[in-house]
């Protein structure tokens, strides 16, 4: 099925308008989720300057599993804010709107 024009309109539109929020909410996100972990991974990056640490400590990070869970939490939050936006475009369209904007398109 080929797209009509007010659906192209209207994927363009909601793309457009949840951006900021997007990269902002994904910054929260991830510091909220994996700041422990990157923490200690910079913590570790600083101690092997110091050849006594490096020698004594070996760890190994599992950067697979720690990020597993990452792609379930973005898609939550992408899930959400499109249903937001997609909320915010049918109130707008509710209001005759839309007719101008797709008229620009």
């Known amino acids: 099925m080929t797209p009509n024009r007010a659906q192209v309109a ?3 539109i909601l793309q457009l308008t949840y951006v900021e ?10 510091i909220q989720y994996f700041k422990p972990f ?4 910079v913590a570790s990056l600083h101690s092997v300057n110091n050849v006594k640490t490096a020698v004594n400590q ?6 697979v599993s720690t990020f597993q869970r990452w792609d379930m ?3 939550k939050l992408l899930k959400g804010l499109e249903e937001r936006a997609s909320q915010v475009f049918l109130l707008i369209a509710a ?3 839309t007719i101008l904007i797709l008229q620009f398109l």
């Open 95 to 97: 209001s005759g709107i």
């Open 21 to 30: 929020d997007l990269l902002s909410a994904m910054k929260k996100l991830f």
């Open 38 to 41: 990157v923490a200690s991974f």
């Open 10 to 12: 209207y994927q363009r």
């Open 73 to 75: 939490l973005f898609d």
């Open 58 to 63: 070996t760890t190994t990070w599992d950067f």
